[in-house]
Every structure is written in C-alpha cells, then in structure tokens.
C-alpha cells in the first residue's frame, strides 16, 4: 500500500509559479512510478506530467510542456511539480499518482491523494 499527500496548492496570478510536493510512504519509493493529473470543474481528469520508476523516463502533457517540471527525491519519498508561466486553464485541482513497478507514466496507476487546488486569476 502507498499512501500520497500533495501541498503547495494555492491562488496565483497568471505568469506566476508554485511548486507543488507529494509526501509518499508504504512502500519503496524508488520502485514506485509517479505522476500529477489535475481536474477541472467539467472536465476530464488529464495528464500533466509522469516519471518512470526505471530508466527516468519522463512525459509532460501537451498543454504544460515547456512550463511545468517533475522531480522526485528517493531519498526523501518526495515528488514535485514545478509550475511556471501559469495561466488561467491551469486552474484545477491537482492529483499526485503512484503505482508499484508502472511500466507506462500516463496511466494505471493505482494509489491516488486526495489532490490539492491550483487557482490561477487573470
């Protein structure tokens, strides 16, 4: 079992930054692939951004590419997501993901938190 807590959420003006982090533990993390989604009010849960357990393969939405940065720390059972130049359509509430030995970073995953709400203003 892993559990998964995501902070950092906030409100933000568009062009600004915020960095959110997930708390991880259960289980090995360094064996654990990891992943942010977001939804928002209406619409689909999309993928934002993924990172492969092995081999360090990552993948970023079409929608954030260029803006928004995964990282973990092993050593510490944390994931982050680096938000930069945040525009309005970024407002959603955020989801950390995890699942033991995933092969594929943009879906599958089996352990979700509870999210955290990314409000962006114009």
């Known amino acids: 079992q892993v559990q998964l807590v995501e902070s950092g959420g906030g409100l933000v003006q568009a062009g600004g930054s915020l960095r959110l982090s997930c708390a991880a533990s259960?289980?090995?993390?360094?064996?654990?692939?990891v992943g942010w989604f977001r939804q928002a009010p209406g619409k689909d849960r999309e993928f934002v951004a993924g990172n492969r357990w092995s081999g360090g393969t990552t993948e970023y939405g079409e929608s954030v590419k260029g803006r928004f940065t995964i990282s973990r720390e092993n050593a510490k059972n944390m994931v982050y997501l680096q938000m930069n130049s945040l525009k309005p359509e970024d407002t959603a509430v955020y989801y950390c993901?995890?699942?033991?030995?995933?092969?594929?970073?943009?879906?599958?995953?089996?352990?979700w938190g509870q999210g955290t709400q990314v409000t962006v203003s114009s």
């Open positions: 259960g289980r090995t993390f360094s064996s654990i692939s």
């Open positions: 993901a995890g699942v033991l030995n995933g092969s594929s970073v943009r879906r599958d995953y089996k352990y």
